[in-house]
């Protein structure tokens, strides 16, 4: 007898419980005998400190039918064009700016590649040469014209958001728009769970036992101080989000309309809890007895098995690895959409799909494992046990270690990246090899083709020269954004 799935309960609210409640309702619209319940339980925390994302959510966005504008008035909403990466390598006699961008936008616009150019002449270029938006970010520029349509603008960009807040958008989007149901943690019987229950992994962990991959031999960092600073209402707001390294790890300064996120990001193996917060207070310029800060441990690794039996595992209860380069939501809202779109409301289908959706998330927590510790691995710092163990010592990937090999004789191309579960490919990793100086051997160029490549810089150059005349800074387009909507939407 064919049995179907009728009940599914998502166990656990905040943001991984919510993008899989928007994500299942979507795809099973059209499935009317099916209910979607969240089981919100006091007893499940929110860890609510993941506020930066990628350009991805944008298209979870428009396909749950939330629109730009309610997310950027109801989450204390900025906007992200990338990463500014501070103190990754070492400081030079020749120059006091040790920084670069990952900014979201593509590094050829006009689809040339220039890297040969770059590759000729590494110590009087910046790789950023090929984009214009580290220049419009550090001009604290929007990357949205006044005129631009939702979810569009010149500039690439994701967002960064109040978690809570917009755990909550999700809710009320999921409750109001798509008919899902929600309860308290009261013992009910479904055909299917959704286990969305944070570090506890209540059902794939406790329950049915699946192992975890640990990957603390590649990621060394363990633990997060996270606090949260008011800010003024006229404070410059930066367009991306800052991560600057340290001698045991690194900090991220996340920039909301009216505060700032800002963490500290360790490993307990080389540095002592009481260091980490004074590191901390350092920074911020605030005495640490007057710091509070949230300590987070960070267990670095996955679920074996993403789809066990009738359950699947998203958000942390299926994975973590620390927060650069904005992994989680990223990972959680790709999980989501993999699980929704090939869940069948037969049962008799559920273990092709769960064979196929186990191999895709391993293969894909495995290359994002392999870009998290790039940027450690790739460093020239050696001024601390940490950094040298990173860099000389630590484990790597199969994967990873046969692309570093491969460029340091050509770089990247997207042919190196063969799967579409990569979610981080050959321009992010242009940005972050370069950005960081890796070596790679300089190929020769035609007269012609130097020339040819020196042009469309040019073109790069004056484009952004064009924008960072055209762009408000980002505070005033948000302040202006806020004001317009405020007043239309007036009861």
Request: with cysteine; net charge neutral; hydrophobic share 40%.
């Amino acid at each position: 007898m064919n049995m179907k799935v009728k009940k599914i309960a998502i166990i656990g609210g905040g943001t991984a419980g919510w993008l899989a409640a928007n994500h299942l309702a979507v795809e099973l619209r059209a499935e009317t005998d099916i209910s979607i319940t969240v089981i919100e339980s006091p007893e499940i925390g929110i860890i609510g400190v993941g506020e930066g994302t990628v350009p991805h959510i944008r298209k979870s966005l428009m396909k749950f039918g939330i629109a730009e504008a309610e997310l950027l008035a109801t989450c204390d909403t900025t906007f992200k064009a990338g990463i500014k990466f501070v103190d990754w390598r070492a400081p030079t006699a020749t120059s006091d700016t040790n920084f670069y961008y990952h900014p979201f936008a593509s590094p050829y616009p006009s689809g040339v590649d220039v890297t040969a150019l770059y590759l000729n002449s590494p110590a009087t270029r910046s790789f950023s040469m090929v984009t214009g938006v580290p220049a419009l970010a550090e001009a604290m520029r929007a990357p949205k014209l006044v005129s631009s349509p939702a979810y569009e603008g010149p500039v690439n960009y994701a967002y960064h958001f109040n978690a809570v807040k917009f755990g909550q958008l999700l809710a009320n989007n999921a409750k109001s728009r798509l008919g899902v149901l929600t309860k308290d943690g009261a013992a009910l019987h479904f055909d299917f769970y959704v286990d969305c229950s944070g570090f506890n992994s209540l059902i794939l962990g406790k329950i049915f036992k699946v192992p975890f991959v640990d990957k603390s031999a590649q990621i060394l960092t363990d633990t997060a101080l996270a606090v949260q600073i008011p800010t003024e209402a006229a404070a410059e707001l930066p367009p991306f989000t800052l991560a600057k390294a340290h001698a045991a790890g690194w900090l991220w300064d996340i920039p909301l309309t009216n505060r700032r996120g800002v963490g500290f990001v360790f490993s307990s193996a080389h540095m002592s809890g009481s260091s980490a917060v004074e590191g901390l207070s350092s920074y911020l310029g605030i005495d640490a007895d007057k710091l509070a800060p949230r300590k987070i441990p960070m267990r670095i690794g996955y679920r074996e098995q993403f789809w066990c039996k009738n359950a699947v595992s998203l958000g942390l209860a299926q994975g973590f690895v620390e927060p650069l380069e904005a992994t989680s939501i990223f990972v959680t809202d790709f999980a989501a959409e993999l699980f929704a779109r090939n869940f069948s409301v037969d049962k008799d289908n559920m273990s092709v799909a769960a064979n196929y959706c186990n191999k895709v998330m391993a293969y894909t927590w495995e290359r994002v494992m392999d870009f998290v510790q790039l940027h450690y691995c790739i460093s020239d710092r050696r001024d601390s046990a940490f950094w040298q163990q990173n860099t000389l010592e630590t484990k790597r990937s199969d994967v990873l270690t046969e692309r570093l090999a491969m460029w340091k004789f050509n770089p990247p191309k997207k042919s190196d990246f063969f799967s579409r579960f990569e979610l981080f490919d050959v321009d992010n990793y242009l940005f972050v090899l370069y950005g960081m100086r890796y070596q790679t051997r300089a190929k020769n160029m035609t007269a012609y083709e130097q020339q040819y490549f020196e042009r469309e810089i040019e073109k790069v150059k004056a484009t952004g020269k064009k924008l960072s005349s055209e762009l408000l800074q980002h505070r005033e387009w948000l302040n202006e954004f806020l004001a317009a909507y405020r007043q239309t939407n007036r009861t």
